[in-house]
């Protein structure tokens, strides 16, 4: 058995009977009260966030996992298809796991996969992905005094916004977690 010191953000919990990963983990010690860790944490089922004081040194179950990078190869339905790269088994996941950062992935891409015992549990999409601009409005010139946002839409179809001097065809990277740009890729 674990305790709360052994937690940290990303850990996966069994939290009342049900796999959650934490997303937010912090240790307080309020005035002359006792100290406590207030976690947030999602279910990986439902994807329902909850918040939970635990006490300090309390014992909780750390679930053991296992993470592999595979490769995405494209959507299904409901589900998305990945490959493990050294096997070549390819694995249905529901796209539900990847959450709105499925918006970015091409084919090729690295996608984190996390598997309790041969069960897969969570999966994320990469942190960076650098993407072409398949559609965007021209700048208005002398508009660039500000730092002025414009929509635009990828090549994956998912849409961000981007500043005024990005134009069609540019490659550029994105934050997929924010889903904010990040600079122009040089090429």
Not at 105 to 122: A, N, Q, W, Y
């Amino acid at each position: 058995m674990a305790n709360t010191g052994d937690i940290n953000v990303g850990s996966v919990i069994r939290y009342n009977g049900e796999l959650v990963v934490i997303t937010d983990y912090q240790h307080r010690t309020p005035g002359n009260l006792r100290a406590f860790y207030q976690a947030k944490m999602r279910n990986l089922k439902t994807g329902k966030q909850t918040e939970n004081r635990f006490r300090s040194g309390e014992e909780v179950t750390l679930v053991r996992v296992e993470y592999k990078m595979m490769q995405f190869i494209y959507p299904e339905g409901e589900f998305v298809v990945v490959m493990d790269p050294e096997t070549f088994d390819q694995i249905h996941l529901p796209a539900v796991m990847l959450g709105d950062g499925i918006e970015f992935l091409k084919e090729g891409m690295d996608v984190r996969v996390t598997f309790e015992e041969d069960e897969p549990i969570l999966a994320e999409p990469p942190t960076f992905v650098e993407l072409t601009v398949a559609y965007a409005e021209p700048g208005v010139a002398g508009n660039t005094a500000t730092n002025t946002f414009k929509p635009c839409k990828m090549e994956t179809g998912a849409e961000i916004m981007v500043p005024l001097f990005i134009e069609e065809g540019e490659v550029i990277k994105i934050d997929t977690r924010a889903r904010a740009y990040v600079e122009r890729v040089k090429k």
